[in-house]
């Protein structure tokens, strides 16, 4: 779980920084027709990949059951940076919603009924 949280951060921060507007220029790049994001998303990846395991031997520690065999330590090395490499991907295949869906969240609210229950409304006026 750490280094999917670890990749999907590594990945959205691009993701969330401001960028410059295709449109503004008139004419295509003497190299091709467009930008392609794929190079960068991957390279992002690959980081996010081999950063955590490190992030989670930060976080969980290095004190391993003395149980576990090698194969099993290898494998929490493994799993960690496989978990980072999906995680940073993952903003790129389940794209954030934009701004207005955060308002949408607003309009929700929790209230008490009285009966010591709890009723989830949706407000329409902000």
Known sequence: MIGLVWGATV????LALPKCSPE??????REGGGRASWPLALSLALLAGATAPVVNAIAVGSAQPVGWTTLEREMHLVTA?????????LPYLIPPRSWAAARE???????????SGV????SRAF
């Open 11 to 14: 990945g959205g921060a691009w």
């Open 24 to 29: 503004w220029v008139g004419e295509t790049p």
């Open 81 to 89: 940076g496989l978990a980072g490499l999906g995680g940073a991907l």
């Open 105 to 115: 969240l607003d309009r929700l609210r929790f209230e008490t009924d009285g009966r």
């Open 119 to 122: 009723v989830i409304r949706y």
